[in-house]
């Protein structure tokens, strides 16, 4: 059976590997002090989370077997999304990923080409992976989860972070080693075995 928890962890940390907000991560971690770069892009990670948990308790007012339902349903035609995606992914999407992560950061350095500061750099890193993050699966996935966890969302909170917190550690301190090996196509279809997975686990535990 799946924590609430451990449902999070396990969802963020396969969705997050090679997301833009991933290479934004690596980039930003070339130019700048790691452990800044980490405390902005965890914040920024984490406040989405929080916000996405809420969102996701808002939902769970709903039917108890509407949620139920819905779960599965979501996490099966999610995770066939994601597969089709990748299927038809280029072998050069994660290039393309790369790129987009390349031109927010060059465009945020110049808007601010001047400041190098502490607080400079934490807000850039922020601001960036914030608005990267608005949006994509993992913010979906996380308020899917906590609508079904309605009892437990510190739990489906924790584990959310956590993986954000794994995913950026290895952005900001091995992120230039293996950004040239990492497959957006592999890691989505990854992504969307897992998505039903979980919905044939919802399925099989029942209500």
Same mark, same amino acid.
């Given at each position: 059976?799946?924590?609430?928890?451990?449902?999070?962890?396990?969802?963020?940390?396969?969705s997050e590997l090679g997301d833009k907000t991933f290479f934004i991560?690596?980039?930003?971690s070339i130019h700048h002090p790691r452990r800044l770069v980490f &405390?902005?892009?965890? @914040?920024?990670? =984490?406040?989405?989370? #929080?916000?996405?948990? +809420?969102?996701?308790? !808002?939902?769970?007012?709903?039917?108890?077997?509407?949620?139920?339902?819905?779960?599965?349903?979501?996490?099966?035609?999610?995770?066939?999304?994601?597969?089709?995606? &990748?299927?038809?992914? @280029?072998?050069? =999407?994660?290039?393309? #990923?790369?790129?987009? +992560?390349?031109?927010? !950061?060059?465009?945020?350095?110049?808007?601010?080409?001047?400041?190098?500061?502490?607080?400079?750099?934490?807000?850039?890193?922020?601001?960036?992976?914030?608005?990267?993050?608005?949006?994509?699966?993992?913010?979906?996935?996380?308020?899917?989860?906590?609508?079904?966890?309605?009892?437990?969302p510190i739990g489906v909170t924790l584990g959310a972070i956590l993986?954000?917190?794994?995913?950026?550690?290895?952005?900001?301190?091995?992120?230039?080693?293996?950004?040239?090996?990492?497959?957006?196509?592999?890691?989505?279809?990854?992504?969307?075995?897992?998505?039903?997975?979980?919905?044939?686990?919802?399925?099989?535990?029942?209500?």
């Open positions: 059976m799946l924590t609430a928890f451990t449902e999070g962890l396990l969802l963020i940390t396969f991560a690596v980039i930003l &405390a902005g892009v965890v @914040a920024a990670l =984490a406040a989405m989370t #929080v916000l996405s948990v +809420a969102l996701g308790q !808002v939902a769970s007012l709903l039917p108890k077997d509407y949620i139920h339902y819905a779960k599965i349903v979501f996490f099966i035609a999610f995770g066939l999304k994601l597969i089709y995606d &990748a299927n038809k992914m @280029a072998v050069s =999407a994660t290039e393309e #990923v790369v790129e987009e +992560a390349q031109e927010a !950061v060059e465009k945020a350095d110049l808007d601010n080409s001047q400041q190098k500061s502490v607080w400079s750099i934490l807000l850039k890193s922020f601001v960036l992976t914030f608005i990267a993050e608005w949006g994509d699966r993992t913010q979906i996935a996380t308020i899917a989860s906590a609508a079904v966890n309605r009892n437990n993986g954000h917190a794994i995913c950026a550690a290895i952005a900001v301190i091995g992120g230039r080693l293996i950004a040239g090996k990492i497959s957006e196509r592999q890691i989505t279809f990854l992504g969307g075995f897992l998505f039903i997975i979980f919905g044939i686990v919802a399925a099989i535990e029942g209500k």
